[in-house]
């Protein structure tokens, strides 16, 4: 049994370590919602590199880019490491997509190459067959389909945390597959997005031996298919589509640490994806990712004070063709997995966090008051946090969840119209604020 007074001792020193932390945490919140550091992040990733594909020349000059980036902070004692990971992959690129009726009514439509599609080695041309979804392509007859073109037109709704997303993304990974096993010639899919402009949305398929030629065309062009396609005559379509796969591709992880002060080895990890798809600067996807928790973390580090546990930020490669960064990650780390005391990723856009998702109920209760300040409502246990964190979810790392307004955030995702100007820069700052909150709390819970 301790003394009576070194009871309350440690009782007022624990009083004073919270009020400590709090105070803490609502200068952090405050310095976020003043400063511009997060919009130069993205700002500077968009301009100077632009878009950046994974594999690719563009690609290689983001790593740089980050490194710089991490390394002038790491100089200034914010963080105390930096270094890179390797990540190898086959490097997947378009050349060139280009769709048009032959007839009934002759015109060019806008469409892109979908992620591991095939060539169709010079100009095809075949007959288009229209299905509402992947169900119905999957029970169509194998006669109907053999030598045609497919093509699903299943549209996408809107929805703030992004719901129809999940509902609709499957058609992208699987049109060109199953169109294939039914003998067609290519496979075309209705953009999955929420806009109504002419853009067509870029992703990834499933990656397969052979892929047949895929892609996907703009919202409008889809609508445009379907109204000839409704006249009932048959539609001729060519199709013109080159990319190439190369083998032996490599990126690199960019990771950043700032030490803890008590266990170093303990390791609340945050992130975003560095590279994006080629069409766009990739500013959304994920220009803002990378500035939010670059930046937060930023703040944390320019504290007098290190935080007990270690924080550390991953700039993840190559998240978009299948997230190879985060299994390479998951990979080379499984040891240390079980001292991840927290992961979570940014990768839903610049739109404000409207909940916080934890099942950590202490933390929860910590940051709430400082969250709520931001317009953040409390929510349940996270259930996901970023494509990047699944592996290490897998694994067992628990996560959290800074839940953002992603209603038009699929309105311009993988496309042309993915730029600058669609990043608000209060909203990035309210991210920043809400990421350095639970960071910081996160990373000094006892
Ligand atoms: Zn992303
Ligand atoms: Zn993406």
């Not at 440690?10 to 003043?34: C, G, H, I, Q, Y």
């Not at 390797?86 to 009514?105: D, G, K, L, N, T």
């Amino acid at each position: 049994m301790l003394p009576r007074y070194l009871l309350l001792l440690l009782f007022f020193s624990s009083v004073a370590l919270s009020d400590n932390l709090n105070d803490t945490a609502a200068m952090l919140r405050e310095k976020a919602l003043t400063s511009d550091q997060g919009w130069q992040i993205v700002e500077s990733l968009t301009t100077e590199v632009g878009p950046r594909l994974a594999g690719t020349a563009a690609d290689k000059r983001a790593v740089n880019w980050a490194v710089e980036l991490l390394e002038q902070a790491r100089e200034a004692n914010v963080f105390d490491r930096v270094w890179l990971e390797p990540v190898r992959f086959p490097i997947w690129q378009r050349h060139h997509e280009r769709a048009r009726v032959i007839s009934p009514y002759p015109q060019p439509l806008k469409i892109t190459a979908l992620g591991y599609s095939g060539s169709t080695d010079g100009e095809i041309s075949a007959q288009v067959i229209a299905f509402p979804d992947l169900p119905s392509l999957q029970a169509a007859d194998e006669a109907a389909v053999a030598g045609k073109i497919v093509f699903i037109n299943q549209p996408m709704f809107r929805h703030r945390e992004g719901a129809g997303y999940g509902e609709v993304v499957a058609v992208r990974y699987a049109a060109g597959i199953v169109a294939k096993q039914k003998g067609a010639v290519a496979a075309l899919i209705r953009s999955i997005g929420t806009d109504s402009h002419r853009f067509p949305h870029a992703g990834a398929s499933s990656r397969v031996e052979e892929p047949l030629p895929a892609a996907a065309l703009s919202a409008p062009d889809a609508d445009q298919l379907q109204r000839i396609l409704d006249r009932n005559e048959p539609l001729i379509l060519a199709l013109d589509i080159s990319v190439s796969e190369q083998a032996d591709g490599e990126s690199h992880n960019v990771i950043a640490q700032i030490d803890g002060r008590v266990d170093a080895q303990k390791i609340v990890l945050i992130g975003a994806h560095l590279d994006s798809w080629d069409l766009g600067t990739g500013a959304i996807d994920d220009g803002a990712g990378v500035a939010i928790t670059v930046a937060a973390a930023q703040l944390i580090g320019a504290l007098p004070q290190r935080p007990r546990y270690s924080v550390r930020v991953i700039l993840f490669a190559n998240e978009e063709q299948g997230i190879w960064g985060a299994k390479a990650y998951a990979r080379a780390h499984r040891d240390e997995l079980k001292q991840h005391l927290f992961a979570s990723e940014s990768d839903f856009g610049a739109g404000p966090v409207w909940r916080f998702d934890s099942a950590n109920q202490v933390l929860k209760d910590m940051a709430m008051p400082h969250l709520a300040a931001l317009n953040i409502e409390e929510g349940g246990d996270a259930s996901r946090s970023g494509p990047d964190i699944k592996p290490l979810q897998e694994a067992g790392v628990p996560i959290f969840q800074l839940k953002q307004d992603g209603m038009d955030y699929f309105d311009y995702h993988h496309t042309a119209d993915d730029t600058l100007d669609k990043v608000d820069a209060g909203s990035l700052k309210q991210n920043i604020a809400a990421w350095a909150v639970v960071t910081f709390l996160a990373a000094n819970l006892e």
